[in-house]
């Protein structure tokens, strides 16, 4: 994959606090992790609860339920965010 590819993050809501809302501070670690290596991140909500999916050139290549992400990291030691970089980096 390029260097500098367009990655869509679609991500859903999730329940905290008794409150379902779509929120971003689990994805801070993704989008610092996929900037940091020199893509394009846009966000995207969707309805489908709990899911975080990347879609690269029209194709869906990872997903994973939102809540299992680290919560405000930067995506270093989250074994997802690694993992969902290696899915971009093998893309095409």
């Given at each position: ?14 329940e ?67 993992e969902?970089?290696q ?6």
């Open positions: 994959m390029p260097v500098n590819a367009r990655v869509l993050i679609h991500y859903g809501p999730y905290a606090c008794g409150i379902v809302d779509h929120r971003q501070p689990r994805l801070e670690g993704l989008k610092c992790m996929l900037t940091g290596d020199g893509h394009t991140v846009e966000t995207v909500e969707i309805q489908d609860w709990n899911k975080v999916e990347l879609w690269v050139n029209g194709e869906k290549i990872f997903t994973c339920d939102i809540r299992n992400l680290d919560y405000g990291s930067d995506g270093e030691l989250d074994p997802l965010c690694k969902a970089l899915s971009v980096r093998k893309a095409f």
